[in-house]
C-alpha cells in the first residue's frame, strides 16, 4: 500500500492510498484522482519522506500514545470543525455560483442582511475584497459540496 501526500491546484492537501506506484500513475493519467474540496482533478504528488514504522508507539508518563494517531486533542479539534461547519450549512443560504453577486447585493443593502455560502473565484474573492466586501474560505471535508466562501 502506498500513501502520497496529494495537493489539487487551488493548494487544497489530502492523502491518497494506492496498491501501488503504478496504480497512483496510472489513475492519476485517466484524472481519477479528485480533491475531496474543490473536487479538482488536476491533483499533484507532494514530495514527502518516507514513514518508517520500527516499533509501537512510545507511550508518555501519563500511558498515551506520543504519535498523535488517536489523540485526544486530535479528535476532540476534528469534532469541533465538523461541528462548526454543520452550523455554517444550517444557518446560511447556499446561493451557490452566485455568491459574488449576491455578497455585492448584501453589501449594497439591495436585500436584508443573511449569513450566505457559495462558491467564487479567486478573481471573484480579490474583487468582493477590493469593495470593501470581506468573506472568507471554509473549505469543508467531502461532502460533495465545493469549497464554501
Known amino acids: 500500500m502506498k500513501v502520497y501526500n496529494l495537493a489539487c491546484e487551488q493548494n487544497h492537501r489530502f492523502e491518497g ?3 501501488s506506484e503504478e496504480d497512483f500513475l496510472s489513475q492519476s493519467a485517466r484524472q481519477l484522482i479528485v480533491c475531496p474540496i474543490c ?5 499533484d504528488k507532494l514530495p514527502s519522506a518516507p514513514h518508517l514504522n520500527l516499533s509501537a508507539a512510545r507511550p508518555t ?12 486533542a486530535v479528535a476532540q479539534m476534528k ?3 465538523m461541528d ?3 452550523h455554517v450549512m444550517e444557518n446560511t443560504e447556499d446561493v451557490g455560483e452566485n455568491f459574488a453577486e449576491e455578497a455585492r447585493r448584501i453589501h449594497y443593502k439591495e436585500v436584508p442582511e443573511h449569513g450566505i455560502r457559495g462558491i467564487a473565484s479567486a478573481e471573484q474573492r480579490d474583487e468582493l475584497a477590493e ?3 470581506e468573506v472568507f ?3 469543508l471535508p467531502a461532502t460533495g459540496k465545493p469549497t464554501l466562501q
Do not use: C, Y
Not at 39 to 43: L, R
Open 17 to 19: 492510498w494506492f496498491g
Open 39 to 43: 473536487e479538482s482533478s488536476k491533483v
Open 61 to 72: 508518563a501519563g500511558g498515551r500514545d506520543t504519535t498523535g494517531s488517536h489523540s485526544p
Open 79 to 81: 469534532k469541533q470543525l
Open 84 to 86: 462548526m461547519a454543520r
Open 131 to 133: 469593495e470593501g466586501i
Open 137 to 139: 474560505q471554509l473549505p
